[in-house]
């Protein structure tokens, strides 16, 4: 009797202890089925930056490279003035291939004690125009003035701005031109109505070629950049004056 109810337990617990190992077994199965199909179907995540709502308003305030630049221009153009010169402002240039005049003005004339005309009048930059103001109103001009025996009142020069390269070669670096920064001018006319060309005087011992000799050497004095007929055949016939940029702090002159 004792070892039948002793079988019999033993029996009951190994049952137990199957259905125990099975059940288990079932719980183990299911939980490892569950996580491998969520490594497999469950969409990973796109990483992106953390940006809070104040930082998602103040983005949508940052206005775009092109209406900065438009922004910036406007601004520009009212801070822009010239005490010495007679200036027609008109809409900013935006050209292909990095040409472009932010602030850009028709120059007709520089004023002062005696006015010079500009025919036909170029388009420039606000700031070169202001140069150019300058230049004409040095002494320079002066001299120029006494070797003829009367005073300047106009000149004869290029467009201003025109979207092309230097020497107007298909490549290279792009010409200052293409930036509002600079100025061909081919005659100086005086009062007396004497002209003073580049292509025909320059060199001469003549009053002609004195005053184009002072005019030039004054023009270093006030630009980055003075090409003459001594510079190269590309300049055989006009004086070429810029403001733009030479050497890494811009301190470089070229006078030729």
């Known amino acids: 009797m004792v070892n039948s109810a002793m079988l019999r337990r033993s029996e009951r617990l190994h049952e137990l202890w199957q259905s125990v190992w099975f059940l288990g077994g079932l719980f183990f199965a299911a939980h490892v089925c569950a996580a491998t199909g969520s490594e497999i179907e469950a969409p990973v995540p796109i990483a992106k930056p953390f940006m809070?709502?104040?930082?998602?308003?103040?983005?949508?305030?940052?206005?775009?490279?092109?209406?900065?630049?438009?922004?910036?221009?406007?601004?520009?153009q009212a801070a822009c003035e010239i005490e010495l010169a007679e200036v027609e402002r008109v809409e900013s240039i935006v050209g292909d291939n990095g040409c472009g005049v932010p602030e850009a003005v028709i120059l007709n004339a520089v004023t002062g004690s005696s006015p010079v005309s500009l025919l036909p009048p170029p388009t420039v930059g606000c700031a070169f125009a202001d140069k150019f103001a300058e230049?004409?109103?040095?002494?320079?001009?002066?001299?120029?003035?006494?070797?003829?025996?009367?005073?300047?009142?106009?000149?004869?020069?290029?467009?201003?701005?025109?979207?092309?390269?230097?020497?107007?070669?298909p490549d290279g670096k792009l010409s200052e031109h293409a930036r509002g920064k600079a100025l061909d001018i081919t005659t100086f006319v005086f009062a007396n109505d004497v002209e003073a060309s580049v292509s025909e005087d320059w060199g001469k011992d003549t009053p002609e070629g004195r005053a184009l000799k002072h005019l030039h050497s004054g023009a270093c004095e006030v630009f980055t950049t003075v090409l003459g007929p001594d510079a190269d055949p590309n300049h055989r016939a006009h004086f070429h004056v810029d403001t733009g940029c030479h050497g890494r702090d811009c301190s470089y002159l070229i006078c030729q």
């Open 52 to 76: 809070s709502t104040e930082a998602d308003d103040k983005l949508a305030q940052v206005p775009t490279a092109k209406t900065e630049n438009k922004v910036k221009s406007v601004a520009n």
């Open 135 to 169: 230049f004409l109103s040095g002494p320079a001009v002066k001299k120029a003035g006494e070797e003829i025996g009367s005073d300047l009142k106009g000149l004869r020069v290029g467009p201003g701005y025109v979207c092309r390269r230097r020497n107007n070669l």
